[in-house]
């Protein structure tokens, strides 16, 4: 009988810190193999620090994390990217002075080598052909949801084994939001798991089953995404009801 795969990410126990500003306690949670969990929370609930520790840009105070079964606590990013995941950031996570096309060979020659960057061309414009329509137009010259879109389709054509997604709807106008899930269901699709930080809920249960919620940079919930969601409604009620009025 083969072994069931082991998760796509396995945070256990991880705390983390700015200097002495404590931003994570005790995280733990999963994402199984080809799954996507949502990681909910207000402004400064920690989401982004959590992106940032699995990724490597920031290193544990304590606890461990796995990709796909192995230990990669305080590797440089490089190397966790190396093993198979990929952060796209909120910052959008491309060359502004370089072209569309640019931007995606360049991402295409380090992920597959020079040979598949035409067949990865291809296949990107044909995921995305908003991005065909503008290969020659400079990134930092397009609108944000194309944007967002040009950091995607660098992941979607070599498919990571985690992709950590970071607030890649935020400030984007609800037809741009729906282009970039549609490509996050893509990426998923292809047996990518996913790690979709997020403040603004709406969309999360229909692209994930799973959802962590975070308050202070501690866990406060972790179970189905529409149980997530509820559950911060009636937390933002209660604090809501506790303000007073003047």
Do not use: W
Request: charged share 20%; no cysteine; net charge positive.
């Amino acid at each position: 009988m083969s072994q069931p795969a082991p998760p796509a990410l396995d945070v256990e126990h991880v705390s983390a810190a700015y200097g002495p500003y404590r931003a994570l306690f005790d995280v733990s949670f999963t994402v199984p193999a080809g799954g996507a969990v949502a990681l909910l929370g207000a402004n400064g609930a920690g989401k982004s620090t959590v992106a940032r520790v699995v990724s490597g840009l920031l290193p544990t105070t304590s606890g461990a994390i796995r990709l796909d079964g192995r230990d990669v606590t305080g590797l440089p990013a490089y190397k966790i990217a190396r093993a198979g995941m990929a952060h796209v950031p909120e910052g959008r996570g491309i060359l502004a002075n370089l072209t569309v096309e640019e931007n995606l060979t360049l991402a295409f020659r380090q992920r597959g080598g020079r040979h598949r960057v035409p067949d990865a061309l291809e296949r990107a414009y044909r995921a995305f052909p908003v991005l065909g329509e503008r290969r020659r137009q400079r990134g930092g010259t397009l609108s944000g949801g194309q944007q967002r879109l040009l950091s995607l389709a660098k992941v979607i054509v070599v498919p990571p084994r985690l992709l950590v997604a970071d607030e890649l709807s935020l400030g984007l106008a609800p037809v741009a939001i729906e282009a970039v899930y549609e490509g996050l269901e893509q990426i998923n699709r292809a047996g990518t798991a996913l790690l979709v930080v997020e403040q603004h809920v709406n969309r999360v249960p229909e692209l994930v089953d799973q959802a962590v919620v975070l308050e202070h940079g501690s866990v406060v919930f972790a179970g189905a995404a529409g149980d997530a969601v509820r559950s911060m409604a009636q937390g933002l009620g209660r604090r809501g009801a506790s303000t007073p009025t003047r």
